[in-house]
């Protein structure tokens, strides 16, 4: 996915919680267009992943994963969903860079 959006969107996508702002600009793009869930969701779930990672990074966490579903354990113990929250971005109640945010704990 980030190959993908940097070659074909141009975005930099460097793991950074800066980059989280791209990409919920990117998904509110898309989401202005309507198409439907079910024709975004891998770029959704490519776009969760990526947020979780940047999560990772910046926590020092880690991927849990039951099945296909996937979470990120940061070190307080807290489990977050950002599949779900790119999910949520795209019917427009959520935000990968706030998800970091809060998950990294900081204003």
Same mark, same amino acid.
């Given at each position: 996915?980030?190959?993908?959006?940097? =070659?074909?969107?141009?975005?930099?996508?460097?793991?950074?919680?800066?980059?989280?702002?791209?990409?919920?600009?990117?998904?509110?793009?898309?989401?202005?267009?309507?198409?439907?869930?079910?024709?975004?969701?891998?770029?959704?779930? +490519?776009?969760? &992943?990526? &947020?979780? =990672?940047?999560?990772?990074?910046?926590?020092?966490?880690?991927?849990?994963?039951?099945?296909?579903? *996937?979470?990120?354990?940061?070190?307080?113990?807290?489990?977050?969903?950002?599949?779900? =929250? &790119?999910?949520?971005?795209? +019917?427009? *109640? +959520?935000?990968?860079?706030?998800?970091?945010? =809060?998950?990294? +704990?900081?204003?």
């Amino acid at each position: 996915m980030v190959a993908t959006m940097r =070659e074909g969107a141009r975005l930099r996508l460097d793991y950074s919680p800066q980059s989280l702002w791209r990409v919920d600009r990117v998904i509110e793009e898309i989401r202005r267009d309507r198409p439907p869930l079910e024709a975004v969701e891998r770029a959704l779930r +490519g776009f969760g &992943a990526y &947020a979780g =990672e940047v999560v990772v990074r910046q926590t020092g966490g880690e991927w849990w994963a039951t099945g296909a579903d *996937h979470w990120v354990r940061t070190p307080d113990g807290r489990l977050w969903d950002p599949v779900e =929250e &790119a999910r949520r971005a795209f +019917g427009g *109640h +959520g935000s990968l860079r706030l998800l970091c945010r =809060e998950a990294a +704990g900081t204003q």
